[in-house]
């Protein structure tokens, strides 16, 4: 009862913290560390895919070093590409799975099970979000159910971040074309 109810008061928090935010990097650095603080594990990271090159790159993270996070390109394809297509990915060792595009990098970082759950906005999947651990961990329905609450809001927060951003470019626009025109 008590994780579910740490789990609870993490949405209330992060989604009144996100709705007074129209800041993308702020909106995905609060769910990294929220997500990481109320699971009590090593680390977190939000993905963003880039289009162009198929890669996952980091928005956001947390608890993980400098070294881990450039240990190269993170491929959509190849690294734990299940979790992108078809859903959550829970992998309890890493050292032990072929999904990992970078084994030897999470055994020095001292990751033991990964948690990958897409980030989907509009039916597209536009990241994925992934939760880091030190032992093996079993991660639970619940576990699951909440970091894959976290990324959907943060998902949502991002593309409404997008198109806020958009619109006051277009406003701009607007206004330098009306500004530049003969009276």
């Given at each position: ?5 740490i ?11 996100m709705s007074?935010s ?12 929220s ?11 939000l993905?963003l895919?880039?289009?162009?090159s ?18 190269g390109?993170?491929?959509?394809l190849k ?10 990915v829970?992998i ?16 020095n970082?001292?990751?033991t ?10 039916g ?33 927060l991002?593309d ?5 951003e958009?619109?006051?470019?277009m ?13």
């Amino acid at each position: 009862m008590n994780k579910q109810l740490i789990n609870y008061e993490t949405l209330i928090k992060i989604t009144k913290d996100m709705s007074m935010s129209r800041d993308p990097e702020k909106v995905v650095l609060l769910t990294v560390e929220s997500i990481k603080t109320a699971l009590d594990i090593k680390g977190c990271a939000l993905f963003l895919v880039n289009p162009k090159s198929d890669e996952l790159e980091v928005a956001a993270s947390c608890g993980l070093s400098k070294e881990y996070l450039n240990k190269g390109p993170v491929s959509s394809l190849k690294s734990i590409a299940q979790s992108l297509q078809e859903g959550p990915v829970a992998i309890y060792d890493v050292a032990d799975d072929p999904r990992i595009q970078y084994p030897q990098a999470a055994k020095n970082e001292g990751i033991t099970s990964i948690l990958s759950v897409p980030i989907v906005v509009s039916g597209n999947t536009i990241g994925a979000m992934r939760v880091y651990t030190s032992q093996k961990w079993e991660f639970t329905l619940e576990d699951v159910n909440f970091v894959q609450a976290l990324a959907q809001m943060a998902g949502m927060l991002i593309d409404m971040c997008r198109l806020y951003e958009g619109q006051n470019e277009m406003i701009d626009v607007l206004g330098k074309m009306k500004d530049a025109r003969p009276m």
